[in-house]
């Protein structure tokens, strides 16, 4: 089976210390677990590909969000990240398949299986694993290798959703 592991939105922006308040992730618990599963992955075979959410360099930008703008310390992966492959796509909307290089590259690939994780559980994560089941490819989200901010009462909404849409969590 051909599987793939896509690592989203691990950057300084969201995990480094001079992060803004609302991304209260830990840093060092989730880190851990996603370069664990990095190097698990790779060493089974399975290509790892990284995602970066990138806003355009835009004064309007800045203000209004300030995090991973173009071009910006705050926008590269997170320096604790384990990097083992070249595979780095940037998007520009929640779902990472909206990267018309990527979704050749899973196309070409012929991958049985997206496994998700990285950031935010409720955001970017499963916007890509929908966008994924549109598309007719197969993903699944690694439990141990997300996080969310969002409360509880929006996540299980989320988890609904996806439960509705076939995701499974692995």
Known sequence: MSIALIVIDMQNDYLYEKRKPQFSYDSPALTGAVNELIHRYHDEGSDVI????????LPTNRLLFG???????GAELYGG?????????????GDALTNSELLKLVRDKGYDELHLC???????????ALG???RGVTAKIVRSG???VFPEKKAAKGREKLKKAGIEYI
Do not use: W
């Open 146 to 148: 997300t996080a969310t």
């Open 132 to 134: 994924a089941a549109k």
């Open 67 to 73: 995090y991973s703008i173009a071009g910006t310390e």
């Open 118 to 128: 990285g950031l935010d559980e409720f955001g970017c994560v499963t916007s890509t």
């Open 50 to 57: 990284y995602i970066r959410h990138i806003i355009q360099n």
């Open 81 to 93: 990240l384990d990097k083992v492959s070249d595979l780095c796509f940037d998007k520009l909307l």
